[in-house]
């Protein structure tokens, strides 16, 4: 009896770990993209996006639809041809700085806004190297909500 109580905790643990491990981010392709409220074109428009390489958590699939989550928690699901692998991120604190270097003794580039959208180029240990307009530089790893 005991043994099947364990059995059974540790397939539920298995289950929710391949559950995490199924979540991903990917960005939004275009400048305009409906968020529907079910997998299909014909599931009427939640919101429609008007932000190219916005980064979404995918939730789930079913067919060629992705259920995702934005960084404001808005749910829905988007067609596939609509995504993207492009790396991009959101400031996700008030204030970040950009550093010339990946350290916080480096030269100051520029000051960004919670809610900006970045690109990224590349994480290295605690930093990412970003480009905001003419901008490239590192902030903190922890000051981006994103794919990176």
Not at 25 to 30: G, H, K
Not at 96 to 122: N, Q, V
Request: net charge positive; proline share 3%.
């Amino acid at each position: 009896m005991l043994t099947r109580i364990i059995l059974s905790i540790i397939l539920i643990l298995k289950i929710n770990v391949l559950s995490a491990d199924n979540e991903y981010f990917l960005t939004l392709r275009n400048d305009v993209v409906n968020l529907r409220q079910g997998p299909s074109f014909d599931y009427p428009v939640k919101i429609i996006y008007k932000k190219k390489y916005l980064p979404v958590i995918i939730k789930d699939k079913s067919e060629n639809f992705r259920k995702i989550i934005d960084h404001e928690k808005n749910s829905g699901w988007i067609h596939i041809s609509q995504l993207s692998k492009k790396k991009a991120g959101i400031i996700n604190i008030d204030i970040s700085i950009m550093f010339d270097r990946p350290t916080i003794y480096s030269k100051p580039i520029a000051k960004l806004e919670k809610g900006r959208l970045c690109l990224i180029k590349k994480c290295v240990d605690n930093w990412c190297k970003i480009k905001v307009k003419n901008y490239i530089g590192w902030i903190k790893k922890d000051d981006i909500w994103g794919r990176m």
